[in-house]
């Protein structure tokens, strides 16, 4: 079946540091999604990206949907210890498929 | 906004105790919700597709006697554990989205713990 693959599995970085994560599938998707999760809750979504090339901000949040279709990064600049969680990259094939999760980055932030 | 409401937020109870749980979505019709399975330091596992008005598709593996899953309304779905045991001991995450191709979006999850 479909799968994404995240990269790194964690990393602990030092607090005002930038973070570059990424996700990559062998499949093509037409939407890529990242979510946050904290200890205990459901995901929030971060970002959405609908068009290849589509490069989209939130705060020091910035995403791209690569040109192939087939992977996405989140870069996060100036962390802070409030970024800690696992970060979930999604993709959406078609308007009707169901949405695939990658596993998962967890990222720690050492004050 | 997209508000997701998921309750309860943690259930504890007895062994051969059916639970149910409630995913509302507060200020959108969501067309579909999903239910989620999340073990601990795990991506979420998919477990059924609810469409409102119409039966869930369950995922391979997930019975359906087991979970049985109400859409009843554009802003309502419930999951019911049937006679849960220690091993359906985990955090089920609900999500919903307004149409095809759309971001879901989640509940705060349930912890549900049985004993």
């Known amino acids: 079946g479909q799968q994404l693959n995240q990269s790194p599995q964690s990393m602990f970085i030092q607090e005002g540091e930038d973070v570059s994560m990424n996700c990559t599938s062998s499949?093509?998707?037409?939407?890529w999604l990242w979510y946050k999760q904290d200890p205990g809750e459901g995901p929030v979504l971060l970002i959405a990206?609908?068009?290849?090339?589509e490069l989209t901000s939130n705060g020091r949040l910035t995403a791209q949907f690569g040109i192939t279709r087939k992977d996405s990064f989140l870069n996060i600049s100036a962390s802070i210890p409030s970024d800690v969680g696992i970060y979930f990259c999604?993709?959406?094939?078609?308007?009707?498929?169901?949405?695939?999760f990658g596993p998962g980055t967890s990222l720690s932030v050492i004050p | 906004g997209a508000v997701v409401s998921q309750h309860p937020s943690r259930v504890i109870c007895k062994s051969g105790t059916s639970v149910k749980i409630e995913c509302r979505s507060l200020?959108?019709?969501?067309?579909?919700m999903f239910w989620y399975r999340q073990f601990p330091k795990q991506s979420l596992m998919l477990m059924a597709t609810?469409?409102?008005?119409?039966?869930?598709?369950?995922e391979q593996g997930v019975e359906k006697d087991k979970f049985l899953i109400n859409h009843a309304s554009l802003t309502l779905s419930t999951l019911t554990v049937t006679s849960a045991h220690p091993e359906d001991s985990s955090f089920y995450i609900c999500?919903?989205?307004?149409?095809?191709?759309?971001?879901?979006?989640f509940g705060d999850g349930t912890r549900l713990s049985i004993l």
């Open positions: 200020d959108f019709q969501a067309t579909t």
């Open positions: 499949s093509i998707f037409n939407t």
């Open positions: 999500s919903a989205r307004r149409g095809g191709g759309q971001p879901q979006h």
């Open positions: 609810s469409n409102e008005g119409s039966k869930a598709t369950y």
């Open positions: 999604a993709g959406i094939r078609t308007s009707y498929d169901k949405v695939i």
């Open positions: 990206l609908y068009k290849a090339g």
